[in-house]
């Protein structure tokens, strides 16, 4: 199945009754009309009150697309060239099928249409970014920018470590030998070495996932890390969203997910929006026939690892993805693993080109799952929830800033109203932080802060203050 080039979202508004051979006759009429592929269909968006009306839920069932649902509120806030009073007063909204197909921020292609008992308006679905990351924050500035847009902990890696790297650079003419490296992970965890592959970073995991695992409708739980579902979608997969909303805190409720989804990714705790979803929650979503794949690439930074996953072994299709280029700052180095049953670990190693992980790399994951070094990523942990915590403080200073839900990971999402101005203001003050708008559930008022010490933070709060000061004149 390939990716269409234009992604669309069709709004439906409809009486009560309403049969799925009227909405769907009226939104393949009104795309045949424009020139639009119904295969381009990446949702039907309607008003809450609306989402259960079983013409709008069959008819999504139809074109093999989730229903959207937003609240009234939001729909009436959104501008729309076709209001209706009667609608406002039946729906609490000037037109549904409009704002449904806006709201979430595409370009308008067709206009409210109607059929006896139902409406529908297409839009572009809102393009995310799914290739930008952190790093792009800050590449070509330098030393001239403090980042906070990459979640990599900083002053790493430590000593120890870089000599370690270095005393293997004399045995660079062998081959890779990752035996020592995966037993030592599998010790670390608890488990077989038959449950364990060793990747380069938890990037070529979702690779190998999306290529090797064969799913038919695979779910991508938002927001959250994108190079899943751009990984999916080079892989010729039609992926669904599962979008989480600011108003529920981010919290994922289980079943919000497709029951007849056969692949689902969700991170935890979740970049950008540091949410640590409780492992029952997670564990809900576990079933036969499901891949159930939970990126733990910040686990490490939680103290206590509470609501790990990781050992499990109880969850058919769990698939427990960790990176160690966060905690101990070896992004330049790519390595990572993945804990899953020894017949998927087959399956995802039989993707694999021939020694994907480098001595260095090998050297380095047995180094930082010793004893010693779990005991440094604990106390790091516990100072990032202290740093985390004087962040947070200082933040609620601020009455323009919001942070939704309780953060638990090196990073804090804020939403400001202005975002994409206040960023552009704080570089211009020194400090690179994360866009939120490419990531998917997320828009321009959203940004993203790593965790840092409580002198750079003070930094950071006056340079805010002042950055806020400015964009209000």
């Not at 006896?116 to 679905?125: D, E, G, R």
């Not at 427990?320 to 995802?348: D, Q």
Request: hydrophobic share 50%; aromatic share 4%; proline share 6%.
């Amino acid at each position: 199945m390939g990716e269409y080039t234009t992604q669309l979202v069709v709004g439906v508004g409809g009486r009560a009754g309403v049969s799925v051979e009227e909405v769907c006759a009226l939104v393949e009429e009104t795309l045949r009309g424009a020139g639009l592929a119904a295969a381009a269909v990446t949702a039907l968006a309607t008003v809450d009150s609306k989402a259960g009306e079983a013409g709008i839920a069959g008819a999504a069932e139809r074109f093999g697309v989730p229903v959207v649902g937003y609240p009234a509120d939001r729909l009436a806030a959104v501008p729309v060239p076709h209001p209706s009073e009667a609608a406002r007063a039946a729906t609490g909204t000037p037109s549904v099928a409009e704002a449904a197909a806006l709201v979430a921020g595409g370009e308008l292609l067709v206009p409210k249409r109607r059929s006896l008992s139902a409406t529908c308006a297409v839009a572009t679905a809102q393009a995310h970014d799914l290739r930008h990351h952190g790093d792009a924050e800050v590449v070509d500035a330098g030393s001239a920018l403090e980042d906070l847009a990459v979640n990599v902990r900083a002053d790493t890696p430590p000593e120890w470590l870089r000599q370690r790297i270095a005393a293997c650079l004399g045995d660079l003419a062998a081959y890779p030998d990752g035996r020592a490296a995966r037993a030592a992970v599998a010790a670390r965890h608890g488990l077989p070495v038959e449950r364990v592959l060793l990747t380069a970073g938890a990037a070529e995991a979702f690779v190998l996932i999306a290529r090797a695992l064969g799913a038919v409708r695979p779910v991508v739980v938002h927001p959250q890390f994108t190079e899943p579902e751009a990984a999916l979608r080079d892989a010729g997969h039609r992926v669904e969203r599962v979008v989480l909303r600011p108003e529920d805190g981010f919290r994922l409720d289980p079943a919000a997910v497709p029951e007849d989804a056969d692949l689902v990714v969700v991170g935890n705790p979740t970049n950008p929006t540091s949410v640590l979803h409780p492992a029952a929650t997670l564990a809900a979503l576990a079933r036969p026939g499901r891949t159930l794949v939970v990126d733990e690439a910040f686990m490490d930074a939680v103290p206590g690892e509470r609501e790990a996953l990781a050992g499990r072994t109880d969850l058919p299709g769990l698939v427990v993805l960790r990176s160690l280029t966060k905690t101990w700052g070896l992004a330049g180095l790519r390595i990572g693993y993945v804990l899953a049953e020894p017949g998927v670990i087959a399956k995802l190693a039989a993707a694999q080109p021939l020694w994907p992980v480098s001595t260095p790399a090998l050297v380095a994951a047995e180094a930082c799952v010793a004893p010693a070094a779990l005991a440094e990523a604990e106390e790091a942990a516990r100072r990032i929830a202290v740093d985390r915590a004087h962040l947070l403080a200082g933040l609620a200073e601020f009455e323009e800033v919001t942070v939704v839900g309780r953060a638990e990971g090196p990073f804090v999402l804020i939403r400001v109203a202005d975002g994409a101005e206040v960023r552009t203001r704080l570089r211009a003050l020194g400090f690179a932080v994360r866009r939120g708008d490419t990531f998917p559930g997320l828009d321009r008022t959203w940004l993203r802060l790593a965790v840092r010490d409580r002198a750079t933070t003070g930094r950071l709060l006056q340079a805010l203050d002042r950055a806020l000061a400015l964009t209000a004149r």
